[in-house]
């Protein structure tokens, strides 16, 4: 395969969860988990980090939501409104069985259908790895369109040691980007990484191997509060 042939196929990533079903069989891969309402019940370390910045009330988007499990809890333990997208109907149809409360729709963070600065905080749940590279500055602009002066962005995602790419472990077709994702960000003044914590797959310590750190972020954003008034 060539060069181009394997940009082309990269560009695709976005209509291969969407479309293409590979949402569906991510849902499918981990339903005992997204399909009992009762994973709901205890916050992740990642969604307790993220409560603190969250009031009651606050309208918190969730992208890459699932079946709203993350999204749920989060939501129970601020006492928030929540509204979730993901590129599996399949997730979303579950979810809205299991969490009536919450606002869940089939949608992907290029295109965020919300009115700008509607949003209190915006969380990126594990999802922005899998984003094409040419829609990842999108979902950087659609982010900060939604999200209103004083607001929060919350990520969940890889944290190598330098930006990588590598085959999607379930579909090779596929490219996982692991990168620092908050740098995206805070290239602009106007947003702050404010606290930052590290784990793994299977407990809330410290990977030394940089394919398998996570990281939770969080990251606020203030307009006048980014630059010096002279």
């Known amino acids: 395969m060539t060069t181009l042939e394997n940009s082309l196929m990269a560009a695709r990533q976005n209509e291969i969860f969407s479309t293409g079903g590979e949402g569906d069989r991510y849902f499918q891969r981990n339903r005992a988990f997204y399909s009992d309402k009762r994973s709901a019940d205890e916050l992740s370390a990642a969604a307790a980090l993220y409560t603190k910045y969250i009031k009651q009330d606050d309208l918190v988007l969730e992208v890459g939501s699932s079946s709203g499990v993350n999204l749920a809890s989060i939501c129970q333990a601020a006492g928030c409104r929540g509204v979730g997208i993901d590129p599996s109907a399949e997730a979303i149809g579950k979810g809205l069985q299991l969490f009536p409360h919450l606002d869940l729709r089939v949608g992907t963070a290029d295109r965020l259908d919300f009115a700008d600065h509607s949003l209190d905080f915006t969380l990126f749940g594990f999802c922005l790895y899998l984003v094409d590279r040419e829609h990842i500055t999108r979902v950087v602009a659609e982010a900060d369109r939604c999200l ?83």
């Open 148 to 230: 209103r002066d004083g607001g929060w962005i919350g990520i969940t995602d890889f944290m190598p040691d330098v930006p990588t790419a590598r085959p999607y472990a379930h579909r090779a077709e596929i490219t996982s980007y692991k990168l620092d994702y908050s740098r995206l960000f805070t290239a602009f003044p106007h947003f702050q990484l404010v606290e930052s914590v590290c784990f793994n797959h299977t407990d809330n310590r410290y990977s030394a191997d940089p394919q398998e750190r996570l990281s939770a972020q969080v990251i606020h954003k203030q307009m006048r509060g980014g630059y010096q008034r002279i």
